[in-house]
Nanobody, 122 residues
Framework: QVQLVESGGGLVQAGGSLRISCAAS????????MGWYRQAPGKQRELVAT???????NYAGSVKGRFTISRDNANNTVYLQMNSLKPEDTAVYYC????????????????WGKGTLVTVSS
């Protein structure tokens, strides 16, 4: 059974920084894209950033230049470094990974973490 476990959320003042992590565990063959999504109270879940196995990153316009996504393929972990945080970044941040169960799979199956809360105070 595959699990994605996030860590590193918390309370930070506006203008501050925070790094959140997500590690995949369990039995699987490989991981394709990984990423972070967030959901603020009363809003829909939205994409924050994604990263391919090769390290190509994609960002939402609202976080570009402030957030950096990275991954450690050897440890099946994805990170999100968040700088210059704003109160509007307050949300539950969810880790996503497309995970292949065998070498025969071209596409992986979507897996989600349970989320970690990031609160930015003004």
């Amino acid at each position: 059974q595959v699990q994605l476990v996030e860590s590193g959320g918390g309370l930070v003042q506006a203008g501050g920084s925070l790094r959140i992590s997500c590690a995949a565990s369990g039995r699987f063959f490989d991981i394709n894209d990984m990423g972070w999504y967030r959901q603020a109270p009363g809003k829909q879940r939205e994409l924050v950033a994604t990263i391919t196995t090769g390290g190509s990153a994609n960002y939402a316009g609202s976080v570009k230049g402030r957030f950096t996504i990275s991954r450690d393929n050897a440890n099946n972990t994805v990170y999100l470094q968040m700088n210059s945080l704003k109160p509007e970044d307050t949300a539950v941040y969810y880790c996503h990974a497309e995970i292949k169960s065998s070498s025969h799979d071209y596409y992986g199956v979507d897996h989600w973490g349970k989320g970690t809360l990031v609160t930015v105070s003004s």
